[in-house]
Every structure is written in structure tokens, then in C-alpha cells.
């Protein structure tokens, strides 16, 4: 699991997503024109949280052939990965490490549709035969 310093924001998991969204290396230009319709943030501002992903061992990068001035980010770690290690440092965070306390905090303040209490079911389902 990631220390909690080494968690990406929620201004870096934009930049995340819309790795995990294209599917393929982009460049910060690239992301900057992906966001701009869906976030405030400038292109300098992208090339900052950028490096600060890359400093958090969240991207990589490889140099362009025909350019060495413009860079190709990846992200190393899976949306579904990424995911889980930032759920379980809330967790530990905010409820001791206890996840039916979490569970049950989210349970008892939403509401759940039939399909998501049947999903709900399953993961019990799994969860007593481990």
C-alpha cells in the first residue's frame, strides 16, 4: 500500500483518469487539451501535477523519437489498483483501519439501488468463504 503522502490528489487522479481513459501514452500538451473542457487547470498547472506523479512513482515516461523536448506519460498503476491502495488508506486513515465501519458509514447514509444490493450480497458471499 502507498504512504499517504505518496496517494495522488484529487487534481492527480484527473491526470490519472485521463490516462486510464485514452488508453496510450500522451503528452502533457495532450492532457492539458483533455481537461480544459472538463477542469480549470492550465497547461503549466498539468506539467506540475505531472511531475509530481512521476515524483511519486505513479507515472513514467519515455522521450519522443523526432523530439527530445516533448514527453510520452504513462501511468504505471491501474485505475482498479490505484483504487484499492487509496480506499484502504482512507480507511486507515479515518476509521482505524476498520472497514465495516467504513462500510457501514457509506451504507447508512446512501441509498442503494436493487442491483447494487445484490453486487453488495455477492462481495459478503466471497467474503465469508475466504
Not at 491501474?78 to 491502495?85: F, M
Not at 447494487?116 to 455477492?122: A, C, F, M, S, Y
Request: some cysteine; overall charge neutral; proline content about 2%.
Amino acid at each position: 500500500m502507498l504512504k499517504e503522502e505518496m496517494m495522488p490528489s484529487e487534481s492527480e487522479w484527473l491526470i490519472l483518469e485521463t490516462l486510464w481513459n485514452d488508453e496510450q501514452d500522451l503528452t502533457s500538451a495532450e492532457i492539458a487539451e483533455k481537461l480544459q473542457d472538463s477542469s480549470k487547470m492550465t497547461r503549466r498547472m498539468v506539467g506540475v501535477l505531472i511531475n509530481r506523479l512521476c515524483k511519486k512513482g505513479l507515472l513514467s515516461y519515455t522521450v519522443d523519437p523526432q523530439d527530445s523536448r516533448v514527453y510520452h506519460y504513462r501511468a504505471l498503476k491501474s485505475r482498479e489498483q490505484l483504487r484499492r491502495e487509496k480506499s484502504k488508506a482512507f480507511v486507515q486513515s479515518y476509521f482505524g483501519g476498520n472497514m465495516s465501519s467504513a462500510a457501514f458509514a457509506f451504507l447508512e447514509e446512501g441509498t442503494l439501488t436493487q442491483e447494487q444490493i445484490r453486487e453488495l450480497e455477492t462481495i459478503i458471499t466471497k467474503a465469508k468463504k475466504k
